[in-house]
């Protein structure tokens, strides 16, 4: 494997030395562009004591283009689809070579904070949120309470 451009190991030390509050992300031993993340649900949110997966790959264009970014826990969220993909406008077309995996890792946890039925990637969970969010907002926290916290519960 070609060596690690500088910008790379200074964002992944940084990401060690300076750890995003409730996030935990650690490049891969045997492909440093890999990182596995975990990030905690965001307080007063319907995600609150769920623990989420993710998975980051950093392209060979990077920083010219955006990480490969994924959830690999399941998940009830409008912006997030059954695979783990993530509809968050930097990971697309507002992408700038300024951003940093700190800064996507930053907007995913706000987003947990903030779903946005209006720009759906799950167009039944973004259907719900509308019309009865109460309801979307408990599907959500049950979701998690099943998925991410190690406690399986019953609807």
């Known amino acids: 494997m070609a060596a690690l451009p500088r910008r790379i190991i200074k964002e992944t030390q940084r990401l ?6 409730g996030i935990v992300a650690c490049a891969d031993e045997a492909n ?21 997966n993710l998975e980051l790959f950093l392209p060979e264009e990077y920083p010219m283009s955006a990480p490969k970014v994924r959830f ?63 309801s979307a907002i408990e599907t959500a926290k049950s979701w998690t309470c099943k998925y991410a916290t190690g406690k399986n519960i019953k609807n």
């Open 16 to 21: 060690m030395v300076e750890p995003v509050p």
């Open 32 to 52: 440093a562009r890999h990182f596995h993340v975990t990030v905690k649900g965001p307080k007063e949110s319907p995600y609150e004591n769920g623990v989420f």
């Open 72 to 134: 690999v826990t399941k998940i009830y969220h409008p912006n997030i689809d059954k695979l783990g993909r993530i509809c968050l406008d930097i990971l697309k077309d507002k992408w700038s070579p300024a951003l940093q995996i700190r800064t996507v890792l930053l907007s995913i946890q706000a987003l947990l904070s903030a779903p946005n039925p209006d720009d759906p990637l799950e167009n039944d969970v973004a259907e719900a949120w509308k019309t009865d969010e109460a």
